[in-house]
């Protein structure tokens, strides 16, 4: 089946720092989606995307559907302590049929105050 | 609306035990969806459902079964649970049109001992 590789797995950085985190597949993929996680709950949606080159903002969060179709790539600026969390890419490959998403390990992410 | 809710929220089980959890969502999608979370393995598919009265496996459907009830509400049953099987259980629902963006529930957290 497709898998997912995230990166990195984890990430402590300083309040008001970016971050950058990045999704590859070994297969194209014809959605992209990415979740945020918050401690003891269920993922919760942040962007998707569902256009090769798509570049998609909510926030202070930015996402873009790679040109190749086996990546993507989320971006946070100026961090906050809110933040913290695990981040999820997700995707629907091409050749799959149905709704079926394949997810990725998360990456872990602390603010530091 | 409550969105997806799930019970039990935790539950503690022997080997060989069974029990159900069930999932009810209340924005009247047609797909459900029964997902393993296993650290550093990110969220694994058991079973879905693209509509009511259909089931079709996943990525790990072995020792689970499913039912889907009614529109609302889709059952996951261990039979003869093993500590292979503890692990947080989310379900989550997602519209016909909009089959890739997922609402998750809350969680249930099992523990096989």
């Known amino acids: 089946g497709q898998q997912l590789n995230q990166s990195p797995q984890s990430m402590f950085i300083q309040e008001g720092e970016d971050v950058s985190m990045n999704c590859t597949s070994s297969s194209i993929f014809n959605t992209w989606l990415w979740y945020k996680q918050d401690p003891g709950e269920g993922p919760v949606l942040l962007i998707a995307?569902?256009?090769?080159?798509e570049l998609t903002s909510n926030g202070r969060l930015t996402a873009q559907f790679g040109i190749t179709r086996k990546d993507s790539f989320l971006n946070i600026s100026a961090s906050i302590p809110s933040d913290v969390g695990i981040y999820f890419c997700a995707g629907r490959a091409q050749e799959t049929s149905g709704s079926r998403l394949t997810f990725g390990e998360g990456t872990q992410l602390t603010v530091n105050p | 609306n409550a969105g997806v809710t799930q019970t039990p929220k935790f539950q503690v089980l022997k080997t060989g035990q069974s029990m159900t959890l069930q999932c009810a969502q209340d924005?009247?999608?047609?797909?459900m969806y029964w997902y393993r979370q296993d650290p550093g393995m990110g969220l694994r598919l058991i079973y879905y459902s693209a509509s009511e009265g259909t089931t079709d496996k996943g990525e790990v459907p072995n020792g689970y079964n499913v039912s889907r009830l009614n529109k609302r509400e889709f059952s996951l049953r261990l039979e003869s649970a093993a500590p292979s099987q503890t692990s947080v259980y989310f379900c989550?629902?997602?519209?016909?049109?909009?089959?890739?963006?997922?609402?998750f529930g809350p969680g249930t957290r099992l523990l096989v001992l």
């Open positions: 924005m009247n999608h047609n797909s």
């Open positions: 989550a629902s997602s519209r016909d049109r909009d089959y890739a963006t997922q609402y």
């Open positions: 995307l569902y256009k090769a080159g």
